[in-house]
Nanobody
């Protein structure tokens, strides 16, 4: 069973940057889809970016494209989300997700607060 632990959240001023990390424990072999989500209080969750390990296809939410970048370190089993030019509306709890077929793992979330 895969377990995910996010880190890297915090408080940052608008225009600043943060890098979130999502470290996996357990076997991730065969898990194809890696993604980052966020949820702000009172709002439904949104997929920010999803990438496929099989072919590298990556799709970003329009409002974060060009500002956020997903990457991974396979030997370290770690997924990253580099967030630049942060805006107050990026304030939310951020979650990572790895899934394929019936395997679906979520992290506990890390909070990001962007002050104006």
């Amino acid at each position: 069973q895969v377990q995910l632990v996010e880190s890297g959240g915090g408080v940052v001023q608008a225009g600043g940057s943060l890098r979130l990390s999502c470290e996996a424990s357990g076997s991730i072999i065969g898990i194809n889809i890696m993604a980052w989500y966020r949820q702000a209080p009172g709002d439904p969750g949104k997929t920010l970016v999803a990438t496929h390990a099989s072919d590298g296809r990556t799709t970003y939410l329009e409002s974060v494209e060009g500002r956020f970048t997903i990457s991974r370190d396979y030997p370290k089993k770690t997924l990253y989300l580099q967030m630049d030019n942060l805006r107050p509306e990026d304030t939310a709890t951020y979650y990572c997700n790895r899934r394929s077929g019936t395997r679906n793992a979520w992290g506990q979330g890390t909070q990001v607060i962007v002050s104006s």
